[in-house]
């Protein structure tokens, strides 16, 4: 089991393995109608448990993805993961962190975590909506650039949506 630990802040951040445990707190953070708003290219009906957990079952029966849960003071606060995407010349990564911990450095700090001492594969790729401003600055913070844009139909927001793509080399 990788363990990333950070303490500057006012709280300890670490990643782990996800536990069977950990997809019920993952289950309830991704009900919250804003976060789906933000991240917008989310499950079509984020209140059914049953395709949420076939989903993730999916996830972590597949062997060419990286995923580790983002602990906060020992509580689970969210995820980030790598996987393959076929249209992408490398891995992409994302990450999901719960309401309660927005505004605090944990997106950046977790990925920073997961880029440091688990991903090391480069180029590594990511996308935010482009008014996801606080993903965008995540991802920027982390040494993400912007390269392309495209859009796609977001779930979430039951439009097209434009989106920026970033790199990592």
Same mark, same amino acid.
Request: proline share 2%; hydrophobic share 40%.
């Given at each position: ?23 019920? *707190?993952?289950?309830?953070?991704q ?20 395709a949420f ?9 597949n ?29 992409e *990564? ?44 995540v ?9 392309g844009?495209?859009k796609?139909f ?8 434009e ?7």
């Amino acid at each position: 089991m990788e363990s990333a630990r950070s303490n500057s802040g006012s709280y300890v951040l670490s990643l782990r393995a996800v536990a069977a445990s950990d997809l019920p *707190v993952f289950f309830e953070q991704q009900l919250d109608a804003e976060a789906n708003h933000m991240a917008a290219f989310t499950a079509k009906d984020p209140t059914n448990k049953d395709a949420f957990m076939e989903h993730w079952s999916r996830i972590l029966q597949n062997k060419s993805g990286t995923i580790r849960t983002i602990l906060i003071d020992g509580q689970v606060a969210g995820h980030v993961f790598s996987y393959r995407d076929e249209e992408l010349e490398g891995p992409e *990564v994302s990450y999901w962190i719960g309401m309660s911990y927005w505004g605090r450095g944990v997106a950046t700090r977790a990925l920073a975590a997961f880029l440091l001492d688990v991903v090391k594969q480069r180029p590594l790729y990511g996308r935010a909506a482009k008014d996801n401003i606080g993903s965008l600055r995540v991802l920027e913070k982390n040494g993400f650039t912007r390269i392309g844009e495209g859009k796609g139909f977001a779930n979430a927001r039951n439009a097209e949506t434009e989106e920026f793509l970033l790199r990592l080399e």
